[in-house]
Nanobody
């Protein structure tokens, strides 16, 4: 069983940067697709970014493309999300997810992921 714990959320001004991290325990993330989703108050959980199972493919949501970068360190069993040029509409709870059976064409489908963290809150405000 994989346990995921997010950290690094906080308050940042528009245009600023923030890095959130996801630490996995219980099992290695090798062979898992890993992703970040976010959920703003009153809205559905939205896909942000993902790595394919073999780590060879990354995929980003349209709203974050060019500003956010997902990275994974299989040795440390972590997945990070570097967020640059943050906007107020990026305010949300950010969730880390992992799934062993997620195929590349379904990386943005939250129903494909078996394991979720509790989330970390990111607030972008002046």
């Amino acid at each position: 069983q994989v346990q995921l714990v997010e950290s690094g959320g906080g308050l940042v001004q528009p245009g600023g940067s923030l890095r959130v991290s996801c630490a996995a325990s219980g099992r290695s993330l090798n062979g898992y697709a890993v992703a970040w989703f976010r959920q703003a108050p009153g809205q559905e959980r939205e896909f942000v970014a993902a790595f394919s199972r073999n780590g060879g493919f990354t995929y980003y949501g349209d709203s974050v493309k060019g500003r956010f970068t997902i990275s994974r360190d299989n040795g440390k069993n972590t997945v990070d999300l570097q967020m640059n040029n943050l906007k107020p509409e990026d305010t949300a709870v950010y969730f880390c997810a992992a799934g062993r059976g997620v195929i590349t064409s379904s990386l943005r489908n939250r129903a494909q992921y078996d394991h979720w963290g509790q989330g970390t809150t990111v607030t972008v405000s002046a």
